[in-house]
Structures are given as structure tokens and as C-alpha cells.
């Protein structure tokens, strides 16, 4: 039987409900300001449309290739480490962005979400070639 995707599904869920919060807080605010498209010059809206838009950026590549690694691994505290590790970097960044300008949550955001990135594809590639 194929291992489950566990702790992929727990990244997933938690992202999940993460990124529908931040849906929300555009929603709202889009209300407040009667504007159904773009940010109308609203330099408050503009960055809850970047916060809610960056994580969908991310979101969807990452989680598709930590599912491939738990595939093809197995579950590891490797993989569980990757998921929060990148729960925590899109959280620290969507608090940067509030923030604005540079600061260290964006910045542990951003580079985080690079490094966990980038670490996640090597070991895919690693994965692959182990397989063929």
C-alpha cells in the first residue's frame, strides 16, 4: 500500500485555512472601500492583495513537491520539518508585509521561503535520481 501524504495533508490544512484568512482581510477591506478590482489606490488594500497573493505564489509548488517527497520517502520528521518550516516562514512574512519595509519577519519570510524551497527541490532531484 502507498504511504499517505500525512504530514503533506497537515501543511496543506494548516495553508489552507491560513490563506482563507487572508482571503477575508482582503474581502473586508475591499468592502470598506467599495472596490471590487485592484486596490483603488489604497496603499492598506494594495498590501493585503500582496499578502494574500504572495502565499498563493508559493503555496501550490511547494506543497505539490512536499508531497512528492513524502511519496517517495515516506514520512520523515524531515518532511514534517519542511511543512512547518514552511508554515512558519509564510506567517513570518505575511507579518512583515503588514509591517512594511524591510524587517526581519519579511526578511526570514522571503529567505525562508527560498531556502525551503530550493532545499525541497535538491532533495526531490536526489529522490528521482535514487529512484531511476
Given at each position: ?25 482582503v ?5 470598506k472601500?467599495?472596490q471590487?478590482?485592484?486596490?483603488g ?15 498563493t505564489?508559493n ?15 515516506g ?10 518550516g514552511?508554515v512558519?516562514?509564510?506567517?513570518a ?9 524591510p ?5 526570514v ?16 532531484l ?7
Amino acid at each position: 500500500m502507498a504511504h499517505l501524504p500525512l504530514y503533506t495533508a497537515l501543511t496543506a490544512a494548516i495553508i489552507m485555512m491560513f490563506q482563507m484568512g487572508l482571503m477575508m482581510t482582503v474581502g473586508l477591506r475591499r468592502g470598506k472601500y467599495e472596490q471590487s478590482l485592484g486596490d483603488g489606490g489604497h496603499d492598506d488594500l494594495l498590501m493585503l492583495i500582496r499578502r494574500h497573493g504572495n502565499l498563493t505564489e508559493n503555496a501550490p509548488i511547494f506543497i505539490t513537491v512536499l508531497a512528492l517527497l513524502e511519496m517517495m520517502s515516506g514520512g520523515s520528521m524531515l518532511i514534517l520539518s519542511l511543512g512547518l518550516g514552511f508554515v512558519g516562514v509564510r506567517i513570518a512574512h505575511a507579518v512583515g508585509l503588514t509591517l512594511g519595509g524591510p524587517n526581519p519577519f519579511r526578511i526570514v519570510g522571503a529567505f525562508g521561503t527560498l531556502l525551503l524551497g530550493f532545499g525541497s527541490a535538491v532533495y526531490l532531484l536526489y529522490n528521482v535520481t535514487q529512484a531511476l
